[in-house]
Nanobody
Framework: QVQLVESGGGLVQPGGSLRLSCAAS????????MAWYRQGPGKQRELVTR???????AYLDSVKGRFTISRDNAEKTVYLQMNSLKAEDTAVYYC??????????WGQGTQVTVSS
């Protein structure tokens, strides 16, 4: 059974940091492009960042220089380090696993709230 489980969300003050984790099971993790999406209140889901199987990364302009995605293939886990958090980063963050020819897999989401 393919499964992605996110953790690490919570409430943080503006300027603070959080580290999200996404543990995968049931997939050949090292082959997949892993990504983090988010959906803020009243907004559409958007791609925040992704990392390919060979480690190439891409970021949403608004998070460049503040967020870092990384992966540990041995642990089948992808991470999102979020620094200098802003109120507009408040959203539910979703982990995604994608591979050509295979239906995407999504995690259940983890809430990140940035507020003083």
């Amino acid at each position: 059974q393919v499964q992605l489980v996110e953790s690490g969300g919570g409430l943080v003050q503006p300027g603070g940091s959080l580290r999200l984790s996404c543990a995968a099971s049931g997939i050949g993790f090292r082959l997949y492009t892993m990504a983090w999406y988010r959906q803020g209140p009243g907004k559409q889901r958007e791609l925040v960042t992704r990392i390919t199987s060979d480690g190439r990364t891409a970021y949403l302009d608004s998070v460049k220089g503040r967020f870092t995605i990384s992966r540990d293939n041995a642990e089948k886990t992808v991470y999102l380090q979020m620094n200098s958090l802003k109120a507009e980063d408040t959203a539910v963050y979703y982990c995604n696993a994608a591979l050509s020819g295979v239906r995407d897999t999504w995690g259940q989401g983890t809430q990140v709230t940035v507020s003083s």
